[in-house]
T-cell receptor, first 111, second 117 residues
Framework: LAKTTQPISMDSYEGQEVNITCSHN???????ITWYQQFPSQGPRFIIQ???TKVTNEVASLFIPADRKSSTLSLPRVSLSDTAVYYC????????????FGKGTRLSVIA | GAVVSQHPSWVICKSGTSVKIECRSL??????MFWYRQFPKQSLMLMAT?????????EQGVEKDKFLINHASLTLSTLTVTSAHPEDSSFYIC?????????????FGEGSRLTVL
């Protein structure tokens, strides 16, 4: 299972773009990269998933370079409600391969 | 999107009693479910993988006789904390992977907070 490394914490002001980078140097060929958001006392919530290049949805963008050894979650114009812990996970999911969580990045959005 | 529901969302019990937590996939069939435990200010720690119709696979250091997992149907997995002690107090979260999923998106329950007195 690929190990991930993220910054422990980040601070941002409201309205700014936030980029959280995750390193996964030993990512396997069939691994996808998935980001989850977790609020206190809640289960993680899916944000975005990608395999290569760029993926964008209504809440975030995910940038993956050609070597796939890292990825960057981009949150445009964050608000106070985006204060949460963000987890980057990698895995190839056939059968019953579990997801192993790293420490995550605690994002604090300041007014 | 797919929904995974846990019950109860919080429970308080006396030391020595057993507590059962249910995890249901509401609109899809889940051949595999995962149970996690999370202590305050820490990340999720995988406890076990629950496979429908077979025995669960436990992570190293997790006592299978203490944390009983049953996955009797494609929509329900249960975690029973037996003879609970205060150190078992934690936030327990389940997640499910749909049948035929090859991208690995997991759907997480709301979590169940267990407090053992």
């Amino acid at each position: 299972l690929a190990k991930t490394t993220q910054p422990i914490s980040m601070d941002s002001y409201e309205g700014q773009e936030v980029n959280i980078t995750c390193s996964h140097n030993n990512i396997a060929t069939n691994d996808y990269i998935t980001w989850y958001q977790q609020f206190p006392s809640q289960g993680p919530r899916f944000i975005i998933q990608g395999y290569k290049t760029k993926v964008t949805n209504e809440v975030a963008s995910l940038f993956i370079p050609a070597d796939r050894k890292s990825s960057t979650l981009s949150l445009p114009r964050v608000s106070l409600s985006d204060t949460a812990v963000y987890y980057c996970l990698v895995g190839g999911y056939s059968g019953n391969t579990p997801l192993v969580f790293g420490k995550g990045t605690r994002l604090s959005v300041i007014a | 999107g797919a929904v995974v529901s846990q019950h109860p969302s919080w429970v308080i019990c006396k030391s020595g009693t057993s507590v059962k937590i249910e995890c249901r996939s509401l609109d899809f069939q889940a051949t595999t479910m995962f149970w996690y435990r999370q202590f305050p200010k820490q990340s999720l720690m995988l406890m076990a993988t629950s496979n429908e119709g077979s025995k669960a696979t436990y992570e190293q250091g997790v006592e299978k006789d203490k944390f009983l997992i049953n996955h009797a149907s494609l929509t329900l997995s249960t975690l029973t904390v037996t003879s609970a002690h205060p150190e078992d107090s934690s936030f327990y979260i389940c997640s499910a992977q749909g049948q035929g999923s090859d991208t690995g998106e997991l759907f997480f329950g709301e979590g169940s907070r267990l407090t053992v007195l």
